[in-house]
């Protein structure tokens, strides 16, 4: 066998779906299986493969040929019985890997991160290799503190401006990229100025992310090259237990005042964002689950401002990340209010609209009375196609058709 081909060894519970969606030609079962599970297994064959597995005293054998299977009794055994899943943990197991490859979906095939080095203060200067492009992971960064920055972030909040470098604006925010290439006359200027929603706070924040610094700069300097934080629904092969209304951390303590490097909740003189608040604590979320996210002391308030602020810009690396924080901190206080936030961003943020939905489906205590009709549509909806697939799973009558030897002989004297 190792001379036709190479030879792996992996354990898993082959009853649960397969994440890589692989097919085999030969299957080989060293246990007695139960008739009911026989089809899981079926399932990974391909066309022309064969399946040979022990069924109570019998050690059948299946072809299969396209939609077509064939089973014949090679011989009368005796082995011991498999542990095998309850349809329950194979509904469960499915569902997390559809969600996972929906999420990859929505993501695209390649996963923006928060890799890459840059300078650790304000007085030095970045130098952008060319053919990165804004909505990519940023290209690699060069210092050179003999340049000064060149432009300045304004708003009515920011009445100082946050210096910045036009070249790190057009590489990884899509805005600032179209508005440079216009042509037109604030393609030439120095200052560019925020909506006033956006706080001195947030859009600190927006700069540091473009700099992998503060608060995106990796804890240890040795990793400052190779860190990055996985984008959310980044798919992974093992098995986790499924996250409930009742499951969820709440993670939203981190969310209930706890302070950043700098004080998110004053701006210029101790004035709050104005605005609707979204909750990040309460009876549900009372302790918050320890997080290495860099936004993990970071006001759930100000989390949420930076993902919108990430839309306006259209800096999709830093919207990943955002969300993935967002994702974290459901519960059952501001599921709500997150998902009016996501739909709000028009598509700027499917992932933390998926996982509300998801939320809310298994929530015992979301009452959607307030709630806009057609996000009460998009719950609906959402609940009836998990339902459908559920059914789909369970449905005894899905297995395909097995001839037996005996019946094709039959056919044939006949």
């Given at each position: 066998?190792?001379?036709?081909?190479?030879?792996?060894?992996e354990?898993r519970n082959?009853?649960?779906?397969?994440?890589k969606?692989?097919?085999?030609?030969?299957?080989n079962?060293?246990?007695?299986?139960?008739?009911?599970?026989?089809k899981n297994l079926?399932?990974?064959?391909?066309?022309e493969?064969?399946?040979?597995v022990?069924?109570?005293?019998?050690?059948?054998?299946y072809?299969?040929?396209?939609?077509?299977?064939?089973?014949?009794?090679?011989?009368?055994?005796?082995?011991?019985?498999?542990?095998?899943?309850?349809?329950?943990?194979?509904?469960?197991?499915t569902?997390?890997?559809?969600?996972?490859?929906?999420?990859?979906r929505?993501?695209?095939?390649?996963?923006?991160?928060?890799?890459?080095?840059?300078?650790?203060g304000m007085e030095?200067e970045?130098?952008?290799?060319?053919?990165?492009?804004?909505?990519?992971?940023?290209?690699?960064?060069?210092?050179?503190?003999?340049?000064?920055?060149?432009?300045?972030?304004?708003?009515?909040?920011?009445?100082?401006?946050?210096?910045v470098?036009?070249?790190?604006?057009?590489?990884?925010?899509?805005?600032?990229?179209?508005?440079?290439?216009?042509?037109?006359r604030?393609?030439?200027?120095?200052?560019?100025?925020?909506?006033?929603?956006?706080?001195?706070?947030?859009?600190?924040?927006?700069v540091?992310?473009?700099?992998?610094?503060?608060?995106?700069?990796?804890?240890?300097?040795?990793?400052r090259?190779?860190?990055?934080?996985?984008?959310?629904g980044?798919?992974?092969?093992?098995?986790t237990p499924?996250?409930?209304?009742t499951?969820?951390a709440?993670?939203?303590?981190?969310?209930a005042?706890?302070a950043s490097?700098?004080?998110?909740?004053?701006?210029?003189?101790?004035?709050?964002?104005?605005?609707?608040e979204?909750?990040?604590?309460g009876?549900?979320?009372a302790?918050a689950?320890a997080?290495?996210?860099?936004?993990?002391?970071?006001?759930?308030?100000?989390?949420?401002?930076?993902?919108?602020?990430?839309?306006?810009?259209?800096?999709?690396s830093?919207?990943?990340?955002?969300?993935?924080?967002?994702?974290?901190l459901?519960?059952?206080?501001?599921?709500?209010d997150?998902?009016?936030?996501?739909?709000?961003?028009?598509?700027s943020?499917?992932?933390?609209?998926?996982?509300?939905?998801d939320?809310i489906?298994?929530?015992?205590?979301?009452?959607?009375?307030q709630?806009?009709?057609?996000?009460?549509?998009?719950?609906?909806e959402?609940?009836?196609?998990?339902f459908?697939?559920?059914?789909q799973l369970?449905?005894?009558?899905?297995?395909p058709?097995i001839?037996?030897?005996?019946?094709?002989n039959?056919?044939?004297?006949?």
């Amino acid at each position: 066998a190792r001379e036709a081909c190479e030879v792996s060894f992996e354990k898993r519970n082959a009853f649960l779906p397969d994440p890589k969606l692989r097919l085999f030609d030969r299957i080989n079962v060293a246990g007695s299986c139960p008739p009911s599970k026989v089809k899981n297994l079926l399932s990974m064959l391909k066309d022309e493969g064969k399946l040979i597995v022990p069924c109570g005293s019998d050690l059948q054998l299946y072809t299969k040929f396209f939609s077509v299977v064939t089973m014949e009794v090679v011989s009368h055994v005796r082995f011991g019985e498999l542990v095998v899943p309850s349809d329950a943990e194979i509904v469960v197991r499915t569902l997390q890997l559809d969600k996972e490859r929906e999420i990859s979906r929505l993501l695209g095939e390649s996963f923006p991160n928060a890799g890459g080095s840059g300078p650790t203060g304000m007085e030095e200067e970045l130098g952008m290799e060319a053919g990165s492009a804004a909505n990519a992971a940023p290209a690699t960064i060069k210092t050179n503190t003999s340049i000064d920055y060149d432009s300045l972030l304004i708003g009515k909040r920011i009445p100082d401006g946050i210096p910045v470098h036009k070249k790190v604006l057009e590489e990884q925010c899509l805005l600032f990229q179209t508005q440079f290439s216009s042509g037109m006359r604030d393609a030439r200027s120095c200052e560019f100025v925020l909506p006033e929603q956006f706080s001195f706070g947030t859009s600190k924040l927006l700069v540091d992310w473009l700099y992998r610094r503060g608060t995106f700069a990796p804890p240890d300097p040795a990793t400052r090259r190779t860190q990055m934080w996985a984008p959310v629904g980044a798919a992974t092969h093992e098995a986790t237990p499924p996250r409930t209304a009742t499951t969820t951390a709440a993670a939203a303590a981190a969310g209930a005042g706890a302070a950043s490097a700098m004080d998110l909740s004053e701006e210029n003189g101790g004035k709050k964002a104005e605005g609707g608040e979204v909750s990040g604590s309460g009876a549900s979320g009372a302790a918050a689950a320890a997080s290495n996210h860099p936004l993990a002391k970071v006001p759930i308030q100000s989390v949420v401002e930076l993902l919108e602020l990430s839309a306006y810009v259209d800096c999709r690396s830093l919207g990943r990340c955002v969300e993935k924080r967002l994702c974290d901190l459901i519960c059952d206080d501001n599921c709500q209010d997150l998902l009016a936030v996501a739909d709000g961003l028009a598509g700027s943020a499917p992932c933390l609209q998926q996982e509300c939905l998801d939320f809310i489906i298994m929530s015992e205590s979301c009452d959607m009375k307030q709630m806009e009709p057609h996000l009460v549509t998009q719950i609906a909806e959402r609940a009836s196609s998990k339902f459908r697939k559920v059914m789909q799973l369970l449905d005894k009558d899905n297995a395909p058709t097995i001839t037996t030897s005996n019946d094709t002989n039959n056919n044939n004297n006949a």
